[in-house]
């Protein structure tokens, strides 16, 4: 499975991003896609994931509400949708993919991971 992040940059606090996900490769339509973030000085920490068959959602507490993540079977892409972005969000976000499904994977489950691409809220 590769996967290729895109979509980051700087947006004003309260503004939106939308982060993609491509993934190719075999298998990956059978995974868990995550997204997941990485703070300067901070460790990396789960943002939300996405059965790719069930469509079944997780969502760190941090960004419920806020976030919204979908997947497009024709594109073999999942999206992050950030909405109200606060100074809290900036980090480098990466995707992820587990074979773990039915249940929200631990971290240390996702074995496939993608390049960073980095969202910076300013004030």
């Known amino acids: 499975v590769q996967l290729q992040a895109s979509g980051g940059g700087l947006v004003q606090a309260g503004g939106s991003l939308r982060l993609s996900c491509a993934a190719s490769?075999?298998?990956?339509?059978?995974?868990?896609m995550g997204w997941f973030r990485q703070a300067p000085g901070k460790e990396r920490e789960f943002v939300a994931a996405i059965g790719w068959r069930s469509g079944t959602t997780y969502f760190a507490d941090s960004v419920k509400g806020r976030f919204t993540i979908g997947r497009d079977n024709a594109k073999n892409t999942v999206y992050l949708e950030m909405n109200s972005l606060t100074l809290e969000d900036t980090a480098v976000y990466y995707c992820?993919?587990?074979?773990?499904?039915?249940?929200?994977?631990?971290?240390?489950?996702?074995?496939?991971w993608g390049q960073g691409t980095q969202v910076t809220v300013s004030s």
């Open positions: 490769g075999t298998l990956y339509k059978g995974y868990t």
């Open positions: 992820a993919a587990s074979g773990v499904v039915g249940t929200r994977p631990l971290p240390y489950e996702y074995h496939y």
